[in-house]
């Protein structure tokens, strides 16, 4: 079983910046391909950015250019810095992993961000 901690979400204006962390429960991270994912009210999940222990990335196409994804293995924990926060942006973002030799998807419980004037 894994286990997934978000921190960092908050409120801030647009323009502004926020860092979030996931910090993970599990044996063997560099297993895990990290993802951010962030769902807004009335709207389905999306992919903000992915990262696997090779350092490989994507992002959605919606962020790319003002978030990035990393990952600190000795640590345990994925961030996802955020730069350049829209209104738009606003949702509650979710950690997730997945193994790299399975299916199955473990989620955190989800960080609310709130950009707003």
């Known amino acids: 079983q894994v286990q997934l901690v978000e921190s960092g979400g908050g409120s801030v204006q647009p323009g502004g910046s926020l860092r979030l962390s996931c910090a993970a429960s599990?044996?063997?991270?560099?297993?895990?391909?990290m993802s951010w994912y962030r769902q807004a009210p009335g709207k389905e999940r999306e992919l903000v950015a992915s990262?696997?222990?090779?350092?490989?990335?994507n992002y959605g196409d919606s962020v790319k250019g003002r978030f990035t994804v990393s990952r600190d293995d000795a640590k345990k924990t994925v961030y996802l810095n955020m730069d350049s926060l829209q209104p738009e942006d606003t949702a509650v973002y979710y950690c997730s992993a997945r193994s790299i030799y399975g299916s199955s998807v473990f989620w955190g419980q989800g960080t609310q961000v709130t950009v707003s004037p």
């Open positions: 990262i696997a222990a090779s350092r490989s990335r």
């Open positions: 599990v044996d063997r991270f560099i297993l895990y391909v």
